[in-house]
Nanobody
């Protein structure tokens, strides 16, 4: 059974940093491209960042403006999202997702491309 477990969310002030973690079990992590998405109340889920099986293959949403960094640790079956200079508009539930792929450099920015999802972790940024 495939399971993705996120952690690291919380309540922070504007300008603070958070690091989200997501650990995959039940699937070979090194064969998966990984992604982060978020959903704010009343809004659709949106793409945040993605990383291919190769850790140098990454993609980010335009709104991040260099504030977020996605990375992966294959030894720990874990993908991370480092978020700096957080803003109140970053408040959302953050979800990680996994997509099996044979291509080491492929990454995916559309949620329909991912087969596996975590339960989400709440990030709240106060002004």
């Amino acid at each position: 059974q495939v399971q993705l477990v996120e952690s690291g969310g919380g309540l922070v002030q504007a300008g603070d940093s958070l690091r989200l973690s997501c650990t995959l079990s039940g699937r070979t992590f090194t064969m998966c491209a990984m992604g982060w998405f978020r959903q704010a109340p009343g809004r659709e889920r949106e793409f945040v960042a993605a990383i291919g099986r190769s850790e140098t293959s990454t993609s980010y949403a335009d709104f991040e403006q260099g504030r977020f960094t996605i990375s992966r640790d294959n030894a720990k079956n874990t993908v991370y999202l480092q978020m700096n200079s957080l803003k109140p508009e970053d408040t959302a539930v953050y979800y990680c997702a996994a997509a099996f792929t044979y291509n080491t450099r492929s990454y995916f920015s559309r949620d329909v491309q991912y087969a596996y999802w975590g339960q989400g972790t709440q990030v709240t940024v106060s002004s």
